[in-house]
């Protein structure tokens, strides 16, 4: 498999930690959001994502776009470790967090969207984050166990790690959100989340490398 991944992409992200969950060996090929007016705007990229949006996998001879069709796709394949549940309400539950967070927040205050907000960026990305966590904290109230959804790393995880990342790296207090952060760290914690984050990967820039 070949992952075209960014060190930042919070979608990027989300696949690295499937993919290490599954013990899924990958070549990463790097593509900077922000170099060269953005690497994913160039016609060989276009070609393998008409979105021009990382994460992009090749994989069994296809190529595959957008991060929770990846990881259904690895899900279906690879079934070890499971990333859903196999009771139906806690994989309805799994997937109404993934969507909540990869529907709900975590567009609107990608990188795209932000450039159109220009000086209000921050404000902007804050208040989506916000608005987010907070419904997102009272539904984990109910589902939570240990992660997300019970004591059992899910989808769902996948998806909060990186948009807890978003939310610190624009300053959004977590004061209000208990749950949200003991989830969270204890996720950090694990093998999977440690090597597939930012900070350790191949184009991670050197002043921002653990």
């Given at each position: 498999p070949i992952l075209y991944s960014y060190f930042r992409s919070s979608c990027s992200w989300r696949v690295r930690i499937a993919l290490a969950l599954k013990g899924i060996s990958y070549d990463l090929v790097p593509v900077n959001l922000i170099k060269d007016g953005g690497q994913q705007f160039s016609a060989e990229f276009k070609a393998l994502n008409p979105m021009q949006q990382?994460?992009?996998?090749?994989?069994?001879?296809i190529t595959l776009s957008q991060s929770l069709a990846i990881i259904n796709y690895l899900e279906e394949t690879h079934p070890n470790p499971r990333l859903l549940p196999q009771d139906p309400k806690?994989?309805?539950?799994v997937r109404m967090i993934a969507d909540h967070i990869v529907s709900g927040i975590q567009p609107l205050q990608n990188l795209s969207v932000l450039k159109q907000m220009g000086e209000k960026k921050m404000e902007w990305a804050q208040n989506c984050i916000t608005s987010g966590f907070q419904a997102l904290e009272q539904i984990l109230?109910?589902?939570a166990g240990r992660y997300c959804v019970g004591d059992e790393v899910s989808m769902a995880d996948l998806?909060?790690?990186p948009q807890v990342a978003n939310a610190e790296r624009f300053k959004v207090d977590m004061g209000p959100y208990p749950t949200i952060t003991r989830i969270n760290k204890a996720l950090l914690e694990l093998e999977a989340f440690k090597i597939s984050h930012p900070s350790r990967q191949p184009d991670t820039p050197a002043e921002l490398r653990a």
């Open positions: 990382v994460p992009a996998l090749k994989i069994d001879g806690k994989r309805a539950q109230q109910h589902t998806c909060l790690v």
